[in-house]
Nanobody, 127 residues
């Protein structure tokens, strides 16, 4: 059974940090790219970051560039999203998703191209 399980969300004051984790199982992790998405209330889901193990490419949405860092521990089949200097605009449910054999160059794949999704983890940033 394929599973993506996010963790690490929570309540944090503006300027603080959180580290999200996405633990994968049930598929050949190294053959996939992993993306992080978020959806705030009343807004569309947006891509935040992506990492591809196929070509070692990464992608960051402009508003998180320089604040968020995507990384992985392939032995543990886990992808991390380190989020620093958080603002209230970062408040959202964060999802990780996996797509087979895809680069993250040029923004990576569209969300409807992803094969598997996690259940999401809530991140709330307060002033």
């Amino acid at each position: 059974e394929v599973q993506l399980v996010e963790s690490g969300g929570g309540l944090v004051q503006a300027g603080g940090s959180l580290r999200l984790s996405c633990a994968a199982s049930g598929f050949t992790f190294d053959d996939y790219a992993i993306g992080w998405f978020r959806q705030a209330p009343g807004k569309e889901r947006e891509a935040v970051s992506c990492i591809s193990f196929d070509d070692a490419s990464t992608y960051y949405e402009d508003s998180v560039l320089g604040r968020f860092t995507i990384s992985s521990d392939n032995a543990k089949k886990t992808v991390f999203l380190q989020m620093n200097s958080l603002t209230v605009e970062d408040t959202a449910v964060y999802y990780c998703a996996a797509v087979h054999d895809t680069s993250c160059l040029l923004g990576g794949p569209e969300d409807d191209e992803y094969d598997y999704w996690g259940q999401g983890t809530q991140v709330t940033v307060f002033l």
